[in-house]
């Protein structure tokens, strides 16, 4: 326990470092705490080992487990891994949901409950995520800025209001929802240029940093390099990769032919 104790006194101290946290050692340290191990109290509980309320007392015997466990959710979304994310979250859902009539609540519940919302966006699990939902009460839904910023999101990209998307990114209740703000408007970008690709031969650069949401040129210039499209400086155009080739002739002759011959079978049935 003494040598817990410690692991998590370093771990606070570089999680809470200024101007901001110690990622790298954060990782390292909550490796050696093996967060799996110290959520056993539920998994037993879970195996019908010891009664509910056993349990209960366990895991408030464990008052710095949670704590670890969020910092660790928080600490991976900061360094870009979202599956160690799913998986501390898997194990923080014993704590919020399980067992928190027995212990303190935690401010970084609802932050962390959203941030796994819109990590159901950004994957599309549309399903998932109205499942979740519904596990919270209403005034929580209505009320709590962490909850509400994922449910605004969700009908905004129902509706196609992607600029409202877009503009989310600055309203983010936490620096962390904008990583998955980010996510959510590359898979847009690839939407809206998909649809650019099939309406238009070319258009003008300024006119397509406004379409996919780009701050600059440059930016725009790198998207399209990815796509495969060609870029004139010179004219001011984003040209699109000609598919003119591709068209297949339309047989009007025939398409006439058959039209008037259904028309012919018509008046003689009438």
């Known amino acids: 326990m003494s040598d817990l104790k410690s692991l998590y006194e370093g771990l606070q101290r570089a999680f809470y470092s200024k101007p901001s ?8 340290l909550l490796a050696q705490l093996k967060v799996s191990e110290l959520d056993s109290a539920c998994q037993e509980a879970d195996r019908r080992v010891m009664p509910l309320s056993a349990a209960s007392k ?29 998986r501390y979250f898997s194990q923080l859902q014993t704590f919020y949901t399980d067992y928190g009539s027995n212990l303190p609540p935690s401010k970084r519940e609802y932050p962390i409950r959203g941030l796994n919302l819109i990590r159901l966006l950004t994957q599309n699990r549309i399903a998932d995520f109205h499942t979740t939902l519904e596990s919270l ?8 800025p962490f909850i509400r910023h994922p449910v605004n999101l969700e009908r905004w990209l129902m509706e196609g209001s992607y600029s409202k998307v877009w503009n989310a990114r600055e309203e983010a209740p936490a620096e962390e929802y904008k990583f998955f703000i980010d996510s959510l408007m590359g898979t847009i970008r690839n939407e809206i240029a998909t649809c650019e690709e ?7 650069l300024r006119d397509a ?13 790198s998207f399209a390099q990815q796509r495969g499209w060609q870029i004139d400086i010179t004219a001011g155009l984003v040209k699109f990769s000609q598919k003119g080739e591709e068209q297949m002739e339309i047989p009007k002759q025939k398409l006439i032919a058959a039209s008037l011959l259904y028309a012919r079978e018509l008046e003689q049935i009438v």
Request: glycine share 4%.
């Open 21 to 28: 946290s110690d990622l790298k050692t954060c990782v390292a």
């Open 58 to 86: 366990a895991v408030s015997d464990r008052p710095h487990a949670g704590d670890i466990l969020e910092i660790g959710a928080l600490t991976s979304i900061r360094t870009r891994d979202v599956p160690s994310f799913d």
């Open 137 to 144: 009460p209403a005034d929580i839904i209505a009320d709590n």
């Open 198 to 204: 099939a309406a238009y031969e070319s258009l003008p």
């Open 209 to 221: 940093v406004t379409l996919l949401f780009f701050t600059n040129q440059s930016d725009l210039i």
